[in-house]
């Protein structure tokens, strides 16, 4: 099964991009990456996914590397509302089923 | 829009208990999944279910069990509560290119 790795923590000033990396390296060629996010006692918010080519949104964007193994996501002008825990994750298909991998997720605190 | 409707928000139940966590979704997902999280530990998948009365083992499934009878719903079950199964419990479910999470429950167990 694709794992993926993301550093636990990081820091962004406010108004600068925030770069949130994830390490994906066992990924096969028909899984997707999301990505995640979580503010304190709330579910989860969809921010953004990808397959091979980057992607935009009105959130974020999300770099994939050519050869898959890693992606970046990208907020390009961060404010105090986006500090929260980033979650990578691969969606693996499987005989059983599909089955979604998370990361331990990234700690991003955005600093005034 | 979607909904995945996690029962109760707040439990606190006694050990020895058995404590249901019912999940909802109302879009006719075939798949959908439940996952403890703790402070460092992050998101830990417990079951998952990509049908009617199919189930498979997640990565952390003892001491737990899970039922799904009909296809919006998928319930939880720790037969015998213990305190390190104080934690929050998150369902999602999944269809085509989008996972939609519940708000989550807070389950202590004293």
């Known amino acids: 099964d694709a794992k993926t790795t993301q550093p636990p923590s990081m820091d962004c000033a406010e108004g600068r991009a925030a770069n949130l990396p994830c390490n994906h390296s066992?990924?096969?060629?028909?899984?997707?990456v999301y990505w995640y996010r979580q503010i304190h006692s709330q579910g989860p918010q969809y921010i953004i996914h990808?397959?091979?080519n980057n992607e935009t949104n009105e959130m974020a964007s999300l770099i994939i590397t050519e050869d898959r193994k890693s992606s970046t996501l990208i907020l390009p002008h961060a404010t105090l509302r986006d500090t929260a825990v980033y979650y990578c994750?691969?969606?693996?298909?499987?005989?059983?089923?599909?089955?979604?991998?998370f990361g331990g997720g990234t700690r991003l605190m955005v600093k005034p | 829009d979607v909904k995945v409707t996690q029962s109760s928000r707040y439990l606190v139940k006694r050990t020895g208990e058995k404590v249901f966590l019912e999940c909802v979704q109302d879009?006719?997902?075939?798949?959908m999944f439940w996952y403890r999280q703790d402070p460092g530990l992050g998101l830990r998948l417990i079951y998952f279910?990509?049908?009617?009365?199919?189930?498979e083992k997640g990565d952390i499934p003892e001491g737990y069990s899970v039922s799904r009878e009909k296809k919006e719903r998928f319930s939880l079950i720790l037969e015998s509560a213990s305190t390190n199964q104080t934690s929050m419990y998150l369902c999602?479910?999944?269809?085509?290119?989008?996972?939609?999470f519940g708000e989550g429950s807070w389950l202590t167990v004293v």
């Open positions: 066992t990924i096969s060629g028909n899984e997707y």
């Open positions: 994750i691969v969606r693996v298909a499987n005989n059983a089923g599909n089955m979604l991998t």
């Open positions: 990808g397959l091979k």
């Open positions: 879009m006719d997902h075939e798949n």
């Open positions: 999602a479910s999944f269809t085509g290119n989008t996972i939609y």
């Open positions: 279910s990509y049908d009617v009365k199919m189930k």
